[in-house]
């Protein structure tokens, strides 16, 4: 199955900065208290009362159809921007979401305009997050991001100058493959997940593993050869290679009549923030029980990924091209991840979300269809464990 955890840090797009001049890198201009007028558009700051006290700074601008946008700088977490979307205030209500994150906000804004008492939400969490307009004296300083990494040339081929593979030391971890600069980090691991990543398939696409080859779990450490930052399918190239290097995998291909969902556009079309990030990235999709947010994805690693939660493959037949930043939050059933040997909670009554294709449709402007369908299967011929570093 797909991790159950697969995240990374991208890199957001200067949404503040364009709505004050499409080229200029301007950031929205503060404003004091008796110029703010009746509305959000300004800088926005707050600490969050979670108990790790991180500032939280919220950049808001019109844009040209009148509409709001912004961006979040956690700025003692990481130094790239997040982007804001669906930001309105009803009377004295303020709302917005942060799609990339799976996070949103409530709050009131008070009578003079200058400060907005709220809770910060990701699903059933919720922590006081208390903002205030913030002045050209009072603005917190926001760090510069890094600049954004040359990109690797599409055409090329790469593969892994240096790696390193050991078996995991026992004990709970967060397992996923990430991206952290140059170098692809993988945590805990099994050699069905490198394989699933490599070419995006489902535990049943694959056939003639080993017992260990789903039970031994491995550290990787893999740094490529060339110059620039690879994409996402590069990466995955790269993986291929590992696998036949260092684990010796060799495989056929073939097809086999298996049951599936079909993940198609559902009547009112879908409901998907484009994403600002570069569109060749890594995608950032983090996953479990109940629960998705995905940042610079597509619909091919959505379906890839719920792949991990229900019974049998999810085939993208949406026919969208584009990288997206979305939230997805349901109520698993019984059986959802019962082939992992993972039994969901039970749900709070009160909060508790939809079921999964209730909440697809309604959160995503998607659905999904049952079908039956010849689907391509990976037949292991040979494959044994790592080779020494």
């Given at each position: 199955?797909?991790?159950?955890?697969?995240?990374?840090?991208?890199?957001g797009?200067?949404?503040?900065?364009?709505a004050?001049?499409?080229c200029?890198?301007a950031?929205v201009?503060l404003?004091?208290?008796?110029?703010?007028?009746?509305?959000?558009v300004g800088v926005?700051?707050?600490?969050?009362?979670?108990?790790r006290?991180l500032r939280?700074v919220?950049?808001?601008?019109?844009?040209?159809?009148?509409?709001?946008r912004?961006?979040l700088?956690?700025i003692d977490?990481?130094p790239?921007?997040i982007?804001?979307?669906?930001?309105?205030?009803?009377?004295?209500?303020?709302?917005?979401?942060a799609?990339?994150?799976?996070?949103?906000?409530?709050?009131?804004?008070t009578a003079?305009?200058?400060?907005?008492n709220g809770?910060?939400?990701?699903?059933?969490t919720?922590s006081?997050?208390?903002l205030v307009?913030a002045t050209s004296?009072?603005?917190?300083?926001?760090?510069?991001?890094?600049?954004r990494?040359v990109?690797m040339?599409?055409?090329?081929?790469?593969?892994f100058?240096?790696a390193?593979?050991k078996?995991s030391?026992?004990?709970?971890?967060?397992?996923?493959?990430?991206?952290?600069g140059h170098?692809?980090?993988g945590?805990?691991e099994a050699?069905?997940d490198l394989v699933n990543f490599?070419?995006g398939?489902?535990?049943?696409q694959i056939?003639?593993?080993?017992?260990?080859y789903?039970?031994e779990?491995?550290?990787?450490?893999?740094?490529?050869n060339g110059?620039g930052q690879?994409?996402?399918?590069q990466?995955?190239l790269?993986?291929?290679?590992?696998?036949?290097?260092r684990f010796?995998?060799?495989?056929h291909?073939?097809?086999?009549?298996?049951a599936?969902y079909?993940?198609?556009?559902a009547?009112?079309?879908?409901?998907?923030?484009?994403s600002?990030d570069?569109?060749?990235?890594?995608p950032?999709?983090?996953?479990?029980l109940g629960?998705?947010?995905?940042?610079?994805a597509?619909?091919a690693?959505?379906?890839w990924?719920m792949?991990?939660?229900?019974d049998r493959?999810?085939l993208?037949?949406?026919?969208?091209?584009?990288?997206y930043?979305?939230?997805?939050n349901?109520t698993?059933?019984?059986?959802q991840f019962?082939?992992h040997?993972?039994?969901?909670?039970p749900p709070?009554?009160?909060?508790a979300?939809?079921d999964?294709?209730?909440?697809?449709?309604e959160q995503l402007?998607?659905?999904?269809e049952?079908a039956?369908?010849?689907i391509?299967?990976?037949?292991?011929d040979?494959?044994?464990?790592p080779?020494?570093n």
């Amino acid at each position: 199955m797909p991790s159950l955890l697969h995240a990374t840090i991208v890199v957001g797009l200067s949404i503040a900065a364009c709505a004050v001049s499409p080229c200029a890198p301007a950031r929205v201009q503060l404003r004091a208290p008796a110029l703010a007028g009746q509305n959000l558009v300004g800088v926005w700051q707050g600490t969050l009362a979670d108990g790790r006290s991180l500032r939280m700074v919220f950049e808001i601008s019109r844009a040209e159809d009148g509409s709001l946008r912004g961006l979040l700088h956690r700025i003692d977490q990481e130094p790239q921007p997040i982007a804001i979307s669906e930001i309105a205030l009803t009377g004295s209500e303020v709302k917005f979401t942060a799609p990339g994150i799976g996070r949103s906000y409530e709050g009131t804004l008070t009578a003079d305009y200058n400060s907005i008492n709220g809770t910060w939400t990701q699903g059933p969490t919720a922590s006081s997050l208390n903002l205030v307009r913030a002045t050209s004296e009072t603005a917190w300083a926001i760090p510069v991001p890094p600049a954004r990494a040359v990109p690797m040339a599409p055409d090329i081929n790469p593969s892994f100058e240096v790696a390193s593979i050991k078996l995991s030391p026992s004990g709970p971890r967060n397992k996923g493959i990430r991206i952290v600069g140059h170098q692809l980090i993988g945590t805990s691991e099994a050699v069905k997940d490198l394989v699933n990543f490599s070419y995006g398939l489902d535990d049943q696409q694959i056939s003639g593993a080993p017992p260990w080859y789903s039970s031994e779990l491995f550290d990787i450490q893999a740094q490529p050869n060339g110059d620039g930052q690879p994409n996402y399918r590069q990466w995955q190239l790269m993986m291929q290679k590992l696998l036949a290097d260092r684990f010796k995998l060799t495989f056929h291909w073939t097809k086999q009549n298996l049951a599936a969902y079909e993940l198609t556009v559902a009547n009112g079309g879908p409901k998907l923030t484009p994403s600002a990030d570069d569109p060749t990235g890594f995608p950032g999709i983090g996953a479990r029980l109940g629960s998705v947010v995905a940042r610079n994805a597509s619909m091919a690693d959505f379906a890839w990924i719920m792949q991990g939660g229900v019974d049998r493959p999810v085939l993208d037949q949406t026919g969208l091209q584009g990288k997206y930043d979305f939230t997805l939050n349901w109520t698993p059933d019984e059986f959802q991840f019962s082939q992992h040997g993972i039994t969901p909670p039970p749900p709070v009554p009160d909060n508790a979300p939809p079921d999964l294709y209730t909440a697809i449709r309604e959160q995503l402007g998607l659905r999904f269809e049952a079908a039956k369908a010849p689907i391509p299967v990976l037949v292991i011929d040979h494959v044994e464990e790592p080779s020494p570093n």
